[in-house]
C-alpha cells in the first residue's frame, strides 16, 4: 500500500512539445493500443538493469534483497491496471526530469512525422523518447509512485490525466522502486483482463529476463513470460519462429529477419550469442535507430545497450546479444572497450557473421541480393577500412557491369575468370547512376573488343577503389584513366576507318576548343579509342586520387573537381561537321554553343556538371532553332 504523505502538492505544466504529444497519442492511435504496456514494461527492464548493475559494486541500496522482478496487478471492476517494479527508482527530481519532460529534439521529430499514417507513427513510439507517453492511449489517469535505490532520498509521486498539467507530491513507500498506476478509459476496459495482458506479455516481452507476474485483485501471482535467455541455450532446441520472434521483441521491428547467427563457443573466449541481419536498412519512415551497437551481457547481467566494441563499425546494422562469462562482473562501462576479452569476441563474432553472410551469398542468391541491395554499402566501408579482413569482405562484394547489365550480378572472382586472355587489369567505370555509367564514352572501346567493365555507383565506391589496389593479382584501372594499360592495341581500332576530315582541318578544331573551354580543361586532343562517342574527359596522369572526387563531391558542399582532359572523336558526325564549319565558316554562331553543350553532356555523363542551367537550356534551344530552320 502506498499512501501520500500530507505535504503541498505542487501542479506543473508540461513543455508545449509534450502537450502537442499527449494529444496525438490519446486521440490519434487507436489501431495497436496494446502497445502501451510493452513500453512499461520495457521502462521496469531498464530499471531492474540499471539495478542489478549498480549493485555489483554498491550494497548500500533500499531492499538489497528484493527480487528483481515485475508485477501486474489487475482490478477488472475499478478498470485499473498496476505495473510494479523492484528497479533502481526514482527521486522526485528525477521524476521530473523523465515524466514531466522529454527531448526537445525527440519530440520536435515525433511531431513533425505526426501527420503520416497510423502505421507509421506506431511504429516509431519509442525512438524518440516518447513510450511511457503510449500509456494515455489507454489512461483515463496516470499514477506513478516511486521511491530511489538511494537510502536517503524519498519516495515521491507524479500525476497526471494527460491534459496539460501534472501534479507532484511526496509519498510514502518504504520498498525500493516505480509503481504505475493506470485508470483506464472505458473503451480500453479490454485492458483490465489477466488473461488479455498475459496474451500482450507473450508477444511482446516474453524473453525479458526478469520474472514479469501477473494477477487479479485476489488471485496468486504467475509468471507470463518465457524469461530463458535464447541466447544460452542450444541452437539446436531453438526453432525458427523463436529466433524471428526474439528478433521482434528486441528491436520492435515487424519484419522478420534476414539472417541469424547463433553462436555458442568456450574458446578462444566464452561467447553466447545471437547475431541478427534486419530484412532493410531503413526501419521506420524516419531514419535508423539513433543508436547502434549490441546488447553486453556477463552472465545474464546487461553490461552495455549499445556496445560499438564487439563489431567493426561497418557492421553497425547488425542487431543483437552477446552474453561472456570471461567479463568481469564488476567491469565498468567505461572499461569494456579495453578489456582483452572484449577484443577477443569481436574477432570472433566478425568471423562467424561474415562466414554466414558468405554462406548465404553461395547457398541463396536471391536473399543474398536483398541483403546486398540493402546493406552493400557498408561492406564496402569494411573493404575499405578493414585490411585484416579486406580478403573476407571481398568476396561478399558484388557488381553489375557490361557483362550482367543493371539486373545481374557478378563477384570479383566471376570477373576474373571471364577476363580475355591477355588482359591483366580489372577495369571499373565510377558515375553517379546505372543510367549515367551505361552510356558513358568510356565504354567504347571495352564495348568494342568484349572487355567487362564493373560499375560502381556508390557514393563510397572511389574511397573503396583507392584502397582496394589489388585482386589476385590483378591491378583495379579506372577507364577514363588516360594511361590505361589496355590488353589490345587501341592504335589500330582508329586505323580501322578513314579520316573523316584531313588533318588541318582537326588541328584548327581542337586548337579552337581549347579557346572556347578555357581552363575548364587541360588540354584537347585527339581520343584513340573512342568509337561511338563523340568525345570523352580523362583524368591526366598526374591527377592524384581522383577516385575521390566522388566521395568529396558528396561530403564537400563547395568542392570543385579538377579540369580533365577532352578527348575528341575525329570519325564521330558532330566532331567532324564542327571541323568543317569551323574551316568553311569560322564565324558562325553555332560552333560555339555546339562546342559549350558537347563539353556539359559529358560532365552530365560524368556526373560533375558545374553550369549554370538556364544557361543551358537556353543554349539547348537556339541550336533546335537551327537544326529546324536547316
Given at each position: 500500500?502506498?499512501?501520500?504523505?500530507?505535504?503541498?502538492?505542487?501542479?506543473?505544466?508540461?513543455?508545449?512539445?509534450?502537450?502537442?504529444?499527449?494529444?496525438?497519442?490519446?486521440?490519434?492511435?487507436?489501431?495497436?493500443?496494446?502497445?502501451?504496456?510493452?513500453?512499461?514494461?520495457?521502462?521496469?527492464?531498464?530499471?531492474?538493469?540499471?539495478?542489478?548493475?549498480?549493485?555489483?559494486?554498491?550494497?548500500?541500496?533500499?531492499?538489497?534483497?528484493?527480487?528483481?522482478?515485475?508485477?501486474?496487478?489487475?482490478?477488472?471492476?475499478?478498470?485499473?491496471?498496476?505495473?510494479?517494479?523492484?528497479?533502481?527508482?526514482?527521486?522526485?527530481?528525477?521524476?521530473?526530469?523523465?515524466?514531466?519532460?522529454?527531448?526537445?529534439?525527440?519530440?520536435?521529430?515525433?511531431?513533425?512525422?505526426?501527420?503520416?499514417?497510423?502505421?507509421?507513427?506506431?511504429?516509431?513510439?519509442?525512438?524518440?523518447?516518447?513510450?511511457?507517453?503510449?500509456?494515455?492511449?489507454?489512461?483515463?489517469?496516470?499514477?506513478?509512485?516511486?521511491?530511489?535505490?538511494?537510502?536517503?532520498?524519498?519516495?515521491?509521486?507524479?500525476?497526471?490525466?494527460?491534459?496539460?498539467?501534472?501534479?507532484?507530491?511526496?509519498?510514502?513507500?518504504?520498498?525500493?522502486?516505480?509503481?504505475?498506476?493506470?485508470?483506464?478509459?472505458?473503451?480500453?476496459?479490454?485492458?483490465?483482463?489477466?488473461?488479455?495482458?498475459?496474451?500482450?506479455?507473450?508477444?511482446?516481452?516474453?524473453?525479458?529476463?526478469?520474472?514479469?507476474?501477473?494477477?487479479?485483485?485476489?488471485?496468486?501471482?504467475?509468471?507470463?513470460?518465457?524469461?530463458?535467455?535464447?541466447?544460452?541455450?542450444?541452437?539446436?532446441?531453438?526453432?525458427?519462429?523463436?529466433?524471428?520472434?526474439?528478433?521482434?521483441?528486441?528491436?520492435?521491428?515487424?519484419?522478420?529477419?534476414?539472417?541469424?547467427?547463433?553462436?555458442?563457443?568456450?574458446?578462444?573466449?566464452?561467447?553466447?550469442?545471437?547475431?541478427?541481419?534486419?530484412?532493410?536498412?531503413?526501419?521506420?519512415?524516419?531514419?535508423?535507430?539513433?543508436?547502434?551497437?549490441?546488447?553486453?551481457?556477463?552472465?545474464?547481467?546487461?553490461?552495455?545497450?549499445?556496445?560499438?566494441?564487439?563489431?567493426?563499425?561497418?557492421?553497425?546494422?547488425?542487431?543483437?546479444?552477446?552474453?561472456?562469462?570471461?567479463?568481469?562482473?564488476?567491469?565498468?562501462?567505461?572499461?569494456?572497450?579495453?578489456?582483452?576479452?572484449?577484443?577477443?569476441?569481436?574477432?570472433?563474432?566478425?568471423?562467424?557473421?561474415?562466414?554466414?553472410?558468405?554462406?548465404?551469398?553461395?547457398?541463396?542468391?536471391?536473399?543474398?541480393?536483398?541483403?546486398?541491395?540493402?546493406?552493400g554499402v557498408f561492406i564496402k566501408e569494411g573493404v575499405a577500412s578493414d585490411f585484416a579482413n579486406r580478403e573476407a569482405l571481398q568476396?561478399?562484394?558484388?557488381?553489375?557491369?557490361?557483362?550482367?547489365?543493371?539486373?545481374?550480378?557478378?563477384?570479383?572472382?566471376?570477373?576474373?575468370?571471364?577476363?580475355?586472355?591477355?588482359q591483366k587489369a580489372i577495369y571499373y567505370i565510377l558515375g553517379d547512376s546505372l543510367k549515367s555509367v551505361m552510356r558513358s564514352p568510356?565504354?567504347?572501346?571495352?564495348?568494342?573488343?568484349?572487355?567487362?567493365?564493373?560499375?560502381?555507383?556508390?557514393?563510397?565506391?572511389?574511397?573503396?577503389?583507392?584502397?582496394?589496389?589489388?585482386?589476385?593479382?590483378?591491378?583495379?584501372?579506372?577507364?577514363?584513366?588516360?594511361?590505361?594499360?589496355?590488353?589490345?592495341?587501341?592504335?589500330?581500332?582508329?586505323?580501322?576507318?578513314?579520316?573523316?576530315?584531313?588533318?588541318?582541318?582537326?588541328?584548327?578544331?581542337?586548337?579552337?576548343?581549347?579557346?572556347?573551354?578555357?581552363?575548364?580543361?587541360?588540354?584537347?586532343?585527339?581520343?584513340?579509342?573512342?568509337?561511338?562517342?563523340?568525345?570523352?574527359?580523362?583524368?591526366?596522369?598526374?591527377?592524384?586520387?581522383?577516385?575521390?572526387?566522388?566521395?568529396?563531391?558528396?561530403?564537400?558542399?563547395?568542392?570543385?573537381?579538377?579540369?580533365?582532359?577532352?578527348?575528341?572523336?575525329?570519325?564521330?558526325?558532330?566532331?567532324?561537321?564542327?571541323?568543317?564549319?569551323?574551316?568553311?565558316?569560322?564565324?558562325?554562331?553555332?560552333?560555339?554553343p555546339s562546342v559549350e553543350q558537347l563539353f556539359d553532356n559529358l560532365q552530365l555523363l560524368d556526373g560533375a556538371y558545374q553550369g549554370?542551367?538556364?544557361?543551358?537550356?537556353?543554349?539547348?534551344?537556339?541550336?533546335?532553332?537551327?537544326?529546324?530552320?536547316?
Open positions: 500500500m502506498v499512501d501520500t504523505v500530507e505535504t503541498p502538492i505542487e501542479s506543473l505544466e508540461y513543455r508545449t512539445e509534450v502537450k502537442q504529444l499527449l494529444d496525438i497519442l490519446a486521440h490519434s492511435l487507436y489501431t495497436d493500443r496494446e502497445i502501451f504496456l510493452r513500453e512499461l514494461i520495457s521502462n521496469a527492464s531498464d530499471a531492474l538493469n540499471r539495478i542489478q548493475f549498480e549493485m555489483l559494486t554498491n550494497h548500500d541500496v533500499v531492499d538489497p534483497d528484493a527480487e528483481l522482478a515485475i508485477t501486474i496487478t489487475v482490478d477488472d471492476e475499478a478498470r485499473v491496471i498496476t505495473i510494479a517494479d523492484t528497479g533502481i527508482g526514482m527521486n522526485r527530481d528525477e521524476l521530473v526530469e523523465n515524466l514531466g519532460t522529454i527531448a526537445h529534439s525527440g519530440a520536435r521529430t515525433f511531431l513533425q512525422n505526426a501527420g503520416q499514417s497510423q502505421s507509421t507513427l506506431e511504429e516509431i513510439i519509442g525512438q524518440f523518447g516518447v513510450g511511457f507517453y503510449s500509456v494515455f492511449m489507454v489512461a483515463e489517469e496516470v499514477t506513478v509512485v516511486s521511491r530511489s535505490y538511494r537510502p536517503q532520498d524519498r519516495a515521491a509521486q507524479w500525476q497526471s490525466t494527460g491534459d496539460s498539467r501534472f501534479t507532484l507530491a511526496d509519498a510514502d513507500k518504504s520498498t525500493r522502486g516505480t509503481e504505475i498506476r493506470i485508470r483506464l478509459k472505458e473503451d480500453a476496459a479490454e485492458f483490465a483482463s489477466t488473461w488479455r495482458l498475459e496474451s500482450i506479455i507473450k508477444r511482446h516481452s516474453d524473453y525479458v529476463s526478469f520474472p514479469i507476474y501477473v494477477k487479479d485483485k485476489e488471485g496468486e501471482p504467475k509468471v507470463a513470460n518465457r524469461r530463458t535467455a535464447l541466447w544460452r541455450q542450444s541452437p539446436s532446441k531453438v526453432e525458427a519462429a523463436e529466433y524471428e520472434e526474439f528478433y521482434k521483441q528486441l528491436t520492435f521491428d515487424d519484419a522478420a529477419p534476414l539472417l541469424h547467427v547463433h553462436m555458442v563457443a568456450d574458446a578462444p573466449a566464452n561467447v553466447r550469442s545471437i547475431l541478427f541481419v534486419p530484412a532493410r536498412r531503413e526501419r521506420s519512415s524516419l531514419r535508423l535507430r539513433p543508436e547502434y551497437g549490441l546488447r553486453l551481457y556477463s552472465r545474464k547481467i546487461l553490461i552495455q545497450e549499445h556496445n560499438k566494441e564487439l563489431l567493426p563499425e561497418y557492421l553497425r546494422f547488425v542487431e543483437g546479444v552477446v552474453d561472456s562469462e570471461d567479463l568481469p562482473l564488476n567491469v565498468s562501462r567505461e572499461t569494456v572497450q579495453s578489456n582483452p576479452v572484449t577484443r577477443q569476441l569481436r574477432k570472433a563474432l566478425t568471423n562467424r557473421l561474415l562466414k554466414e553472410l558468405k554462406n548465404l551469398a553461395e547457398q541463396d542468391a536471391a536473399q543474398y541480393a536483398t541483403f546486398w541491395s540493402e546493406f568476396e561478399l562484394l558484388r557488381f553489375h557491369s557490361t557483362h550482367t547489365g543493371a539486373d545481374g550480378w557478378t563477384t570479383l572472382k566471376e570477373y576474373i575468370a571471364r577476363m580475355q586472355p591477355d568510356h565504354l567504347d572501346y571495352f564495348r568494342k573488343h568484349n572487355i567487362e567493365v564493373l560499375y560502381l555507383t556508390d557514393f563510397i565506391d572511389g574511397y573503396m577503389v583507392s584502397q582496394l589496389r589489388q585482386v589476385e593479382e590483378k591491378t583495379l584501372q579506372n577507364v577514363d584513366a588516360a594511361d590505361l594499360d589496355l590488353p589490345k592495341d587501341a592504335e589500330a581500332t582508329a586505323e580501322d576507318a578513314a579520316e573523316a576530315v584531313s588533318q588541318d582541318a582537326f588541328e584548327k578544331l581542337l586548337t579552337h576548343v581549347k579557346q572556347v573551354l578555357g581552363d575548364r580543361v587541360r588540354e584537347v586532343r585527339e581520343g584513340k579509342t573512342l568509337i561511338d562517342s563523340p568525345a570523352r574527359l580523362v583524368s591526366p596522369e598526374d591527377e592524384y586520387a581522383r577516385e575521390l572526387q566522388y566521395v568529396r563531391r558528396v561530403i564537400e558542399e563547395d568542392y570543385v573537381a579538377p579540369a580533365k582532359t577532352l578527348e575528341l572523336n575525329r570519325r564521330h558526325p558532330i566532331v567532324a561537321n564542327l571541323a568543317r564549319l569551323l574551316s568553311e565558316d569560322a564565324a558562325n554562331p553555332l560552333i560555339d549554370s542551367v538556364a544557361d543551358m537550356v537556353e543554349r539547348i534551344q537556339k541550336l533546335m532553332g537551327a537544326a529546324l530552320r536547316s
